[in-house]
């Protein structure tokens, strides 16, 4: 086989492509395999934890957590499937279409903020997953468990796009699977009468549980078109919305239903003690797996951050193996570090960790599908979005400052351990930053963007050259 020959084939099973857009020759799917891509993204031990927290750590009683989960959920998949929708139309990364709101430099510390939010999470589901392990096995420590487990979720990046795909659809099944039989183990077991009381809880308790699970779901939106935007361009917007939204809200829902079952079942035993009591050390080491995937996405996502932020200073190789791979590997080395460093704080760190996501990602959120779906409807000028001197700008003043007042609005009523906003105390310690900032933002942003020219209106999805 001639070099030539082995490289070309090498490109079959590698990806080559990083943050370029994706062109129509390249795509491929259906809108049925996003529900089997986010729901066995979302069947896992980290949404298990998640219920865990809700009952162990915010305090409310299984049946009212339980509604807290399905409540957050349900709202915060409704704006990560939005997101998505924007892939199949665009062929780019979710955060480098975000330069149409903000500007090309001015999008840059979203880059930032969401690299962040990879490395956060690479590193809080690493420790889950060796914590997991240790149930199982003494043999290694929790830092030589953490190594072992980055490993596969390495391998699986390498190869890229197609094979995440594959590897969250065989976890949809595999990880489900275990969870119904850990479910109906639970249930063997009653809960305490405490846990069963249907007694109103205080609203702050309720809402930071509803709160949780919202940014557990909009922490997805900064890439969940990085997952569909090889996808046909006329792939239907509403059957991917509800791929999303159903594999998303099913898979969250069940996943911390058991872990918040679980908690109450066995509140001072911890979430893995709890685990390998009532179904067995094999469970654990189901949890364990069923992260190796979820670190790869976030690890793939991170890279893209990371190539975007490059981008601006130098060009980029186009359809490069190495250009994404290396990028990569250097964010899940990162989470895995840090996940090595500080996992003896794990719950603490993971609770304020999702809380300060929730203040930046809010107004993010709000002004991105203003822009795409009620002011510009989903037409752009893609190759702007790869150049200073596009028509976007290098600084959109209007995206800007709609999310500066989204932001602002957020903080009288944010309720975290280091900061209480003004107005939290009339609210009864409830903490509503979330929804403030989000309607606040849309409505700035509707107003200033509303009344300026378009200029990308009525032409179409160029791709970049590269």
């Known amino acids: 086989m001639t070099t030539a020959a082995?490289?070309?084939?090498?490109?079959?099973?590698?990806?080559?492509r990083h943050i370029?857009?994706?062109?129509?020759?390249?795509?491929?799917?259906?809108?049925?395999?996003?529900?089997?891509?986010?729901?066995g993204g979302n069947t896992n031990v980290f949404n298990v934890v998640l219920g865990g927290v809700v009952v162990g750590s915010i305090g409310l009683t299984f049946w009212w957590a339980l509604i807290a989960i399905t409540v957050g959920t349900?709202?915060?998949?409704?704006?990560?499937?939005a997101h998505a929708a924007q892939g199949p139309k665009l062929g780019v990364p979710q955060t480098i279409q975000t330069r149409a709101q903000l500007g090309y430099y001015g999008a840059s510390f979203m880059f930032v903020a969401v690299l962040v939010l990879n490395v956060?999470?690479?590193?809080?589901?690493?420790?889950?997953?060796?914590?997991?392990?240790?149930?199982?096995?003494?043999?290694?420590?929790?830092?030589?468990?953490?190594?072992?487990?980055?490993?596969?979720?390495?391998?699986?990046?390498?190869?890229?796009?197609?094979?995440?795909?594959?590897?969250?659809?065989?976890?949809?099944?595999?990880?489900?699977?275990?969870?119904v039989v850990m479910l109906v183990q639970g249930l063997h077991h009653p809960l305490p009468v405490g846990e069963t009381t249907l007694a109103r809880p205080s609203a702050p308790l309720f809402a930071a549980g509803v709160a949780l699970m919202v940014i557990d779901m909009l922490s997805f939106g900064p890439f969940c078109a990085d997952y569909s935007r090889y996808l046909p361009a006329r792939t239907s917007g509403w059957r991917l919305f509800w791929a999303n939204y159903a594999g998303?809200?099913?898979?969250?829902?069940?996943?911390?239903?058991?872990?918040?079952?679980?908690?109450?079942?066995?509140?001072?035993?911890?979430?893995v003690p709890a685990v390998s009591q009532v179904s067995g050390k094999w469970a654990l080491v189901?949890?364990?797996?069923?992260?190796?995937?979820?670190?790869?996405?976030?690890?793939?996502?991170?890279?893209?951050?990371?190539?975007a932020l490059g981008s601006m200073w130098r060009r980029l190789r186009a359809e490069s193996v190495l250009v994404r791979v290396i990028p990569f590997l250097a964010v899940l080395a990162a989470g895995t570090v840090i996940a090595c460093y500080g996992?003896?704080?794990?719950v603490t760190n993971l609770s304020n960790f999702l809380d300060d996501l929730l203040i930046l990602l809010i107004p993010w959120s709000a002004v991105n599908l203003v822009d795409y779906f009620l002011i510009r409807h989903g037409e752009y000028d893609v190759a702007s979005f790869f150049t200073p001197d596009g028509i976007y700008g290098r600084?959109?003043?209007?995206?800007?400052?709609?999310?500066?007042?989204?932001?602002?609005?957020?903080?009288?009523?944010?309720?975290?351990?280091?900061?209480?906003?003004?107005?939290?105390?009339?609210?009864?310690?409830?903490?509503v930053s979330w929804l403030v900032g989000w309607v606040v933002a849309a409505g700035a942003y509707l107003y200033l963007a509303s009344r300026a020219r378009q200029p990308s209106r009525g032409r179409p999805a160029a791709a970049p050259v590269a």
């Not at 994706?22 to 395999?33: M, N, V």
């Not at 998303?248 to 979430?271: D, F, I, Q, R």
């Not at 996992?343 to 794990?346: D, E, G, L, M």
């Open 6 to 16: 082995a490289h070309q084939q090498a490109r079959q099973y590698v990806e080559n």
């Open 20 to 39: 370029e857009y994706i062109p129509p020759g390249a795509r491929h799917g259906k809108p049925w395999q996003q529900f089997f891509f986010w729901f």
């Open 74 to 81: 349900m709202i915060g998949a409704l704006l990560i499937a």
């Open 120 to 179: 956060g999470f690479i590193s809080a589901e690493l420790v889950i997953q060796a914590q997991a392990m240790t149930g199982v096995s003494s043999a290694l420590s929790m830092p030589q468990w953490i190594i072992v487990l980055a490993v596969p979720s390495a391998v699986i990046g390498i190869f890229g796009y197609r094979w995440i795909h594959r590897v969250m659809q065989a976890t949809a099944v595999v990880v489900g699977i275990a969870l």
């Open 248 to 271: 998303n809200v099913l898979a969250t829902v069940a996943s911390a239903a058991v872990g918040a079952y679980l908690t109450a079942l066995l509140p001072k035993a911890g979430l």
């Open 286 to 307: 189901i949890m364990a797996l069923s992260l190796l995937n979820a670190n790869t996405f976030n690890a793939y996502t991170g890279s893209f951050q990371v190539l």
């Open 343 to 346: 996992y003896q704080q794990f």
């Open 395 to 431: 600084f959109a003043w209007r995206g800007l400052l709609a999310y500066l007042v989204g932001l602002g609005a957020e903080l009288p009523f944010v309720y975290q351990p280091d900061f209480k906003g003004p107005l939290v105390s009339s609210l009864g310690g409830a903490d």
